[in-house]
């Protein structure tokens, strides 16, 4: 069975850096094709996609935000670490991470952490 | 403002029919896979439809997906108020970037 549970601060302050683990189980991030991603939604609005990072360590991002995100990966812990610097308010919203097996699902995020609220606020 | 478009709302009456449309481009529905997310209000979003038409095991077959040229639409038949959730669709756009719709909230009157 698998699991992904995301952890993190819940307030940060305007320009501090956020840093969020997503821990799983049930899967290696070290199998072919394997990846995890993560993506955020404000309070009352749409989800909107981060980044991926996969089995072989090749990693996306999206290009709104590419030069505030750094993705890692720790195979060995079953973690992911998803790093956002200068947070603003705009930036609050729940934050979820998410497996992909391209093996089994093609293009798809088929099992989801439960997320974590993340509020930037002085 | 979302690289793929699906309509904000819509609504029909227990046990009727509706349809979600996603409408993309191209670069990312014409060229990629189509998933579909159900997310129940409070909840985290779960996979409903992957590559276009196909349901992960446990989904009724109430759930289906299709994809013409550079769109894409989720049909939900026998609606349930339990349906009552928002949708979203989701794509690669460009193969180097993921996208999701702007999301459809379902009512089921």
């Known amino acids: 069975q698998i699991t992904l549970k995301e952890s993190g601060p819940t307030l940060v302050k305007p320009t501090q850096t956020l840093t969020l683990t997503c821990s799983f189980s049930?899967?290696?991030?070290?199998?072919?094709?394997?990846?995890v991603g993560w993506i955020r939604q404000p309070p009352g609005k749409a989800l909107e996609w981060l980044a991926l990072?996969?089995?072989?360590?090749?990693?996306r991002y999206s290009l709104s935000l590419k030069s505030r995100l750094t993705l890692t990966k720790d195979t060995s812990k079953n973690q992911v670490v998803l790093i956002m610097t200068n947070m603003d308010p705009v930036d609050t919203a729940t934050y979820y991470c998410?497996?992909?097996?391209?093996?089994?699902?093609?293009?798809?995020?088929?099992?989801w952490g439960q997320g974590t609220m993340v509020t930037v606020s002085s | 403002q979302s690289v793929l478009t699906q309509p904000p709302s819509v609504s029909a009456a227990p046990g009727q029919k509706v349809t979600i449309s996603c409408s993309g481009s191209?670069?990312?529905?014409?060229?990629?896979?189509v998933s579909w997310y159900q997310q129940l209000p409070g909840t985290a979003p779960q996979l409903l439809i992957y590559?276009?038409?196909k349901r992960p095991s446990g989904i009724p077959d109430r759930f289906s997906g299709s994809k013409s040229g550079s769109s894409a639409t989720l049909g939900i038949t026998g609606l349930q108020t339990g349906d009552e959730a928002d949708y979203y669709c989701?794509?690669?756009?460009?193969?180097?970037?993921?996208?999701f719709g702007g999301g459809t909230k379902l009512t089921v009157l």
């Open positions: 998410a497996h992909r097996d391209m093996g089994i699902y093609d293009d798809a995020f088929d099992i």
């Open positions: 049930g899967f290696s991030l070290s199998t072919s094709g394997v990846g």
């Open positions: 990072i996969y089995w072989n360590d090749e990693k």
């Open positions: 191209s670069s990312n529905i014409g060229n990629n896979y």
């Open positions: 590559d276009n038409n």
């Open positions: 989701g794509t690669w756009d460009g193969s180097l970037t993921w996208v």
